[in-house]
């Protein structure tokens, strides 16, 4: 599903050779530094075959000796994918081979959590309690929604999504998403927002600083909510717009080195429902390529959840 963001650029690039991807604002905020500006949390949901899922037991007196996922603050230098593993085994002692991203939380833009599925390769169970954890176990979803006393309810969403993919997706190569490796120095969102009526589908641009249509792009500051950034884009070409934000296409991050690649970039997929445009920075461009309608379509089927949007899709 990633390269759709990447056909669209294409697209664009092909009609406007001077465009190229959106960058829009890259002068305007500073750059971001992890621990400074911006806190990224990893998390894994960890199902074995007979369906029970992993869990472990805090042992930060904050919430000592309850349950929550596998899951921590991601460390200077480090990747997503490297941040998932070292948590896993920190906190329950297996190696841990991620997937596919599963959702992505944000509060503002200054705190965003990326959580992800995959299989079990090593290790042992932890048993014994260090600074990290004070045990890891299986546990079937009636016992962790019902029995466990949980550091949070936040996760039960996700449990249940991971479940939902499990259960009749992840054979599927198509429906899996992993971060791509392309260093960002701040945290930005492009707007995918498509219109489709009947055969048809069009992809909204907007009007660079030099004049040249782009898929819309847009630095998010730490005190950002991303749903009001998108509402914010949206509005300015039609104040009247109907639309659904369907969720995130793509991450884009590195995390190395740290202080000039701690950024990251999610490609947000919306589906608009009416629309006038009243703003001349504003176009819409056709979209031809029988297999990219087809992708796009299938897109809006496999989304990063996030609970900012209130969605809860595959």
Known sequence: MQT?????????????????????????LEIFALGRHICYIVAAVIIREDGKILMMREAKESCLGKWYL????????????????REVIEETGLEFEPSTMICIDTVFGNWIRVTFTGK???????????KESLEAAWFTREDIFTKLKLRAYDICPAIDVT????HSR????LFRSMPVKNPQHKVSIIILAVFKKNDELDVL???????????????????????????????SADQHIEYDI?????????????????????????????????????????VSSDSLKSSVTLAAM???MDMTFEILRL
């Open 205 to 235: 641009l907007r009007s660079s600083k030099n004049g040249i249509p782009k898929l819309p792009k847009e630095l998010i500051s730490p005190y950002h909510r991303i749903k009001e950034r998108v509402k914010d884009v949206l509005q």
């Open 170 to 173: 992840r054979d599927d190569l």
């Open 302 to 304: 496999f989304v990063l």
């Open 70 to 85: 596998p899951a921590g603050r991601l460390e200077k230098n480090e990747s997503l994918v490297q941040g998932a593993k």
């Open 246 to 286: 369907s969720g995130v296409l793509k991450i884009e991050h590195v995390g190395s080195p740290h202080g000039a690649a701690d950024g990251m970039c999610l490609s947000v997929l919306v589906n608009v429902k009416k629309c006038n445009l009243v703003s001349e920075k504003f176009h819409w461009i056709n």
């Open 4 to 28: 759709v963001v990447s056909e669209l650029e294409d697209i664009t690039l092909s009609k406007f050779p001077a465009g190229g991807s959106p960058k829009d604002g890259e002068d305007d």
């Open 120 to 130: 079990i390769i090593g290790g042992k169970l932890k048993t014994k309690p260090d």
């Open 163 to 166: 479940l939902q993919w499990h």
